[in-house]
């Protein structure tokens, strides 16, 4: 599908309600932007003019304060002295805040307890454990004024011993017998005779960097005090509920004392999971204590510096395979960097496992994570969960298999992938057997539409003639999990209202990032009741609606609360239904709901009029929804189940070219190939492949993370962090849905998750990369590469296949 030819259907320009009220029912077949129709974000205009209102946007109430949240200059060492006398008396200092004025648990964790809003001034606890780390909050009149009087603070420390980087925390966790989480290992088979039976073996390391979620709206948070001791605060946050929860402990209150509410996201992208409790907590403590609603918002290096990042991995591969590039056995090593704190790093790292295998059938291996401590900001979700990490791991390996058999690398993936639906279905390593797979399919038809072979001999043929630039290209496959890997989390719920004159009132518990979650529920709801898709309100997130809700998180989005407000959606249709049976004497199957109207036996009625014989018929009008994703469990102790209800699969091809004598490259075409089901809605669907690609390659290729050996990160801004522009996008970059996707689970409308699975399409170009030095050494070695892949990294790689 053409992006330039999706047209605005957003309902700009639609009739009002009255006026569709007074005209004769209409005659359409088809509503306007219900499912499947290529509709645009419903804050998309708004987003481009700047009318988009987000949280920063509100209007503040008078005597609203300003909160900066003064940070540790150490990266481990114990708080001798915090002296905040200064701090207090400066001009415009409200309150000063710190762990003693908390009157509940000094904690902001998601899971595990042990990230302190502040760190204690007394005993033991009085510890910082990173070089950005929370001291204590300033609450004055203007930012100004809380940032210059943090500078008046006294303090001294007493270093302790720092692991910054993955070798150090590998030397501090062996010297002391633990890792920050337990390790964890899968088994399929016997690996390891596997492997000594093996004709061939690849052996290798990849180190992936970590990755700043970079959202366009940095953490912020709005609290406002009200009656009886309640907050209301609104908060940039995936997860409402846990924001919630984490205000409520540290307050020693009810959770239904705090509500939490947003209607908007400037990006998320897993950064605003778990850590938008800390600046909830800050913001909502300064106004408690003080009375007067409060605000706390991040600048960009204080953001960078504050907030975790993708866990960073290094991955040690074994694979065993034959001379045709069939895979025996493979062994897995999984290094992750956690951080100071546990947050989310065990399901993260779980999930690094789970996806070591991609799309390809392991006959037996073992994967083996370890989760170290490093004494910088703990890492948490980013797009993919930790997925992509595991997935760079086995396409590496592939890539070396390759090169050691003389095979393309195409061949040796295609080899390996897990049986096509219909066949007998292979078992992943945890035991879950894959029976939907389509990937064979997905890559024959990119292979042929992107004209891969005649392109590799073109490639060839260049390569064989320029001696200084040299291009690559490479084809890999995407399979990816769905459903959260703790399977408590895969429900949600929704609320609806249908007023009296036909309109619709939409809320669920869902949050808006910019993913386009919003439109698709909306075009859902409007699917279900037949109606156009301008008479659906769309409606804020808010713990006052819904309650108990997961993250928005895990691609699950769509999945999750588009099913819990079409069941919501269907009940009230249900009772309509009911009321024009037994009003009109038709058989309930005779009521039928068409474009905007109501067919009632022989009888016609705008969907406004039968509703408003509802109301005065007292029918209610309102319902909540449920959903809980079935057929999913798994038994950790065993690392056995079934984590993920379907797979969602892609594919990309891309070529590269690199200068070998300034290591610097261009990414010069990208073919896309992916599989959303049924799609909601084309539109977002395509939008979501192409922006998840190219956050992919910011992380594969430029985006670096780099901490000096005191543990203070120094690309903490975009003068010193490369994330993609509109210049590293392809210039030739075609994607496409696959037609035939239809999703064999029972989702929403058949759908598929989009928002993580195309992330992962990016690793095409890393391989690319590898490509293109294979030839910069005339294939006599398989380069050393690791990611991201800066020039610095491929000119290094360049002198080393050269033999420099």
């Not at 150090?168 to 016997?190: C, K, T, V």
């Not at 068409?594 to 018929?617: H, P």
């Not at 490509?771 to 991201?788: M, Q, T, V």
Request: include cysteine; hydrophobic fraction near 40%.
């Amino acid at each position: 599908m053409d992006q330039t030819r999706i047209q605005d259907r957003s309902g700009a320009g639609e009739p009002g309600l009255a006026e569709l009220n007074e005209r004769p029912p209409s005659h359409e077949t088809r509503i306007k932007g219900g499912v499947a129709t290529p509709t645009a974000h419903d804050s998309g205009i708004k987003h481009v003019t700047g009318a988009a209102r987000y949280t920063d946007d509100e209007l503040e109430l008078p005597g609203t304060l300003q909160v900066f949240i003064a940070m540790s200059a150490r990266a481990h060492a114990r708080i001798t002295r915090l002296d905040l006398a200064a701090v207090k008396g400066a001009p415009g200092v409200a309150v000063v805040l710190t762990a003693a004025d908390i009157p509940g648990q000094n904690d902001y964790s998601p899971v595990f307890g042990d990230d302190p809003i502040f760190p204690a001034l007394e005993g033991e606890a009085a510890v910082v454990q990173y070089v950005g780390q929370p001291l204590f909050a300033v609450a004055a009149e203007t930012e100004l004024q809380a940032r210059a009087a943090a500078k008046l603070a006294a303090v001294e420390y007493q270093d302790l011993p720092a692991a910054i980087s993955i070798d150090e925390a590998i030397a501090h966790a062996d010297e002391a017998g633990e890792d920050l989480l337990p390790a964890y290992e899968m088994r399929l088979g016997d690996a390891e005779a596997a492997l000594e039976s093996a004709q061939m073996r690849a052996k290798g390391r990849v180190e992936v960097g970590g990755q700043d979620h970079f959202y366009l709206e940095g953490q912020i948070a709005y609290a406002v005090p009200q009656e009886d001791g309640d907050i209301f605060v609104r908060s940039s946050t995936q997860h409402p509920s846990e924001v919630q929860h984490n205000v409520a402990k540290m307050l020693g209150v009810p959770d239904h004392a705090v509500t939490v509410e947003l209607r908007r996201m400037g990006g998320g992208f897993g950064g605003k999971e778990s850590q938008p409790a800390l600046f909830a907590a800050v913001a909502a403590l300064a106004a408690t204590k003080t009375g007067r609603p409060a605000k706390c918002r991040l600048d960009r290096d204080d953001d960078m510096e504050m907030t975790g990042k993708r866990h960073e991995t290094r991955i040690n591969y074994d694979l065993g395979f034959a001379a045709d590039g069939t895979i025996i056995a493979a062994d897995f090593e999984q290094v992750v960097r956690c951080g100071y704190s546990r947050d989310l790093s065990a399901a993260i790292a779980d999930r690094a496992m789970f996806h070591a295998d991609n799309a390809y059938d392991l006959k037996a291996a073992r994967i083996l994570s370890r989760r170290l401590k490093t004494h910088t900001v703990s890492n948490t979700a980013f797009r993919g969960f930790g997925g992509p990490q595991g997935m760079v791991g086995i396409e590496r390996a592939m890539d070396e298999i390759a090169f050691l058999t003389g095979l393309d690398p195409l061949d040796v993936r295609k080899r390996n992938f897990y049986p096509a639906i219909g066949e007998e279905p292979a078992a992943t390593p945890y035991h879950m057997k894959v029976t939907d797979s389509v990937i064979a399919e997905i890559v024959e038809a990119l292979e042929a539409s992107s004209d891969y072979r005649v392109r590799r001999e073109a490639v060839q043929a260049f390569n064989a003639k320029s001696p200084i630039l040299k291009k690559g290209l490479a084809l890999t496959p995407v399979k990816f999990g769905i459903s959260f890997t703790t399977t408590h989390l895969n429900q949600a719920g929704a609320l609806v209202h249908v007023y009296k004159d036909g309109s619709v009132h939409l809320n669920h518990g869902g949050t808006e990032m910019g993913q386009g979650l919003f439109v698709k529920v909306a075009q859902v709801v409007a699917e279900e009741f037949q109606i156009d898709l301008a008479r659906v309100k769309i409606t804020a997130t808010t713990t006052a609606k819904v309650p108990n809700t997961s993250a928005t998180a895990a691609s699950s989005g769509s999945d999750l609360n588009g099913m819990a407000a079409l069941n919501a959606a269907r009940t009230i249709k249900d009772r309509l239904i009911g009321f024009a049976s037994e009003r009109y004497h038709v058989p309930p199957e005779q009521v039928v709901f068409q474009a905007n109207r109501v067919l009632i036996g022989n009888m016609e009625k705008r969907f406004s009029d039968l509703v408003g014989e509802a109301y005065l018929a007292r029918i209610s009008l309102s319902s909540t929804g449920f959903y809980a994703t079935p057929e999913i469990e798994y038994d950790r102790e065993k690392a056995s189940g079934r984590p993920f209800y379907y797979f969602a699969y892609g594919a990309a091809c891309s070529e590269v070219v690199i200068d070998t004598l300034t290591g610097e490259y261009r990414l010069l075409r990208a073919d896309i190939l992916h599989d959303v089901g049924k799609s909601l809605n084309p539109a977002i669907d395509m939008g979501q492949i192409e922006g998840g690609f190219m956050q992919g390659v910011g992380w594969l290729t430029t985006e670096e993370l780099w901490w000096n050996d005191k543990g203070r990160l120094m690309t903490h801004a975009p003068s010193t962090y490369k994330i993609p522009t509109a210049n590293d996008r392809p210039d030739d970059f075609r994607i496409a849905i696959w037609e035939k996707g239809e999703n064999r689970a029972e989702t929403v409308y058949r759908s598929k998750a989009v928002g993580e699975p195309p992330f992962m399409l990016a690793i095409s170009v890393f391989s690319a990369l590898t490509d293109a030095l294979i030839a910069a050494g005339e294939g006599r070695a398989f380069p050393r590469l690791d990611a991201p892949a800066t020039p610095e990294r491929v000119l290094k790689a360049v002198e080393d296949v050269r033999g420099g």
